[in-house]
C-alpha cells in the first residue's frame, strides 16, 4: 500500500514537472517568435527608411542638376546671351533687370538640355525653397521680347515690355504678368499658346 502510494507520488510529480517544462518551452517559443517578428518589421522599417532617403537623395539631384544647367544672370549682355540660340534651356535671374532694346530668345532646346525629352524653355523670374513655392518675385523691363523659341514659358515674374510670338508652344504661368501687349505672329501660334497668367495689354495677331 505504502509502495502504491510512493509510486503515484513520484508520477504525479513527474506529471507536474512534465507540465511546468511544457509551459517554460511554449513560453520560449513565443518569446523567441516575438523576436523574430520584432525583427521582421525592423527590417522593413529599415528599408522603408532607406527607401524615403534615396527618393530624396534623387529629388535633390534632380534640383541639383536643374541649376547647374540653368544660365542664372544679372547682367543685360549676359541675359541676351543666354537667351539666344547659344544659351541655354532655362534662364533665371535674381534681381529687377532692364534692358533698353529688343530682346530675341532664339534656338530649339529641351527640357533639362536631355535630348530625349520634349522640346522646352524657361524664363524664370523668381526664386524658390525646396518645396518650389516662390519665395520671390522679379521684373525683366524691355522694350520687346521677341521669341523665336518653341514651347517657351515665363513663371513665377513680371515681363514689362510687349511680348511678340512667333513659335508654337508659347505659355505664359499663372504666376507670370506680361504688363504690356501679347502679339502672336498668326492665329496658329496664337492657337497654340497657354496663357494661364495675367496680360494688363490686348493679346492679339499681327495678321488681322
Given at each position: 500500500?505504502?509502495?502504491?502510494?510512493?509510486?503515484t507520488s513520484v508520477f504525479l510529480v513527474g506529471?507536474?514537472?512534465?507540465?511546468?517544462?511544457g509551459n517554460d518551452d511554449q513560453a520560449a517559443e513565443e518569446k523567441d517568435q516575438a523576436a523574430t517578428e520584432n525583427e521582421e518589421k525592423a527590417a522593413e522599417e529599415t528599408d522603408e527608411n532607406a527607401a524615403t532617403d534615396e527618393n530624396k537623395d534623387e529629388d535633390k539631384e534632380q534640383t541639383t542638376d536643374?541649376?547647374?544647367t540653368a544660365s542664372i544672370v544679372n547682367e543685360p549682355e549676359a541675359f541676351k546671351k543666354a537667351v539666344s540660340e547659344e544659351g541655354t534651356w532655362?534662364?533665371?535671374?535674381?534681381?529687377?533687370?532692364?534692358?533698353?532694346?529688343?530682346v530675341l530668345v532664339a534656338g530649339e532646346f529641351h527640357d533639362k538640355n536631355d535630348a530625349t525629352k520634349d522640346v522646352y524653355r524657361k524664363l524664370a523670374l523668381y526664386t524658390q525653397d525646396e518645396d518650389h513655392n516662390i519665395t520671390a518675385s522679379f521684373t525683366l523691363t524691355v522694350p520687346k521680347l521677341i521669341v523665336q523659341s518653341p514651347n517657351?514659358?515665363?513663371?513665377?515674374?513680371t515681363v514689362k515690355g510687349d511680348v511678340?510670338?512667333?513659335?508654337?508652344?508659347?505659355?505664359l504661368d499663372k504666376t507670370a504678368t506680361i504688363?504690356?501687349?501679347?502679339?502672336?505672329?498668326n492665329e496658329d501660334v496664337k492657337s497654340s499658346a497657354i496663357i494661364d497668367g495675367k496680360v494688363t495689354?490686348?493679346?492679339e495677331t499681327n495678321n488681322q
Open positions: 500500500m505504502k509502495l502504491k502510494a510512493l509510486l506529471l507536474l514537472t512534465a507540465c511546468g517544462g536643374a541649376l547647374t532655362i534662364v533665371a535671374i535674381l534681381e529687377d533687370m532692364t534692358i533698353d532694346e529688343e517657351f514659358k515665363i513663371q513665377g515674374g511678340l510670338v512667333e513659335a508654337q508652344g508659347f505659355s504688363d504690356g501687349n501679347l502679339i502672336f505672329a495689354g490686348s493679346t
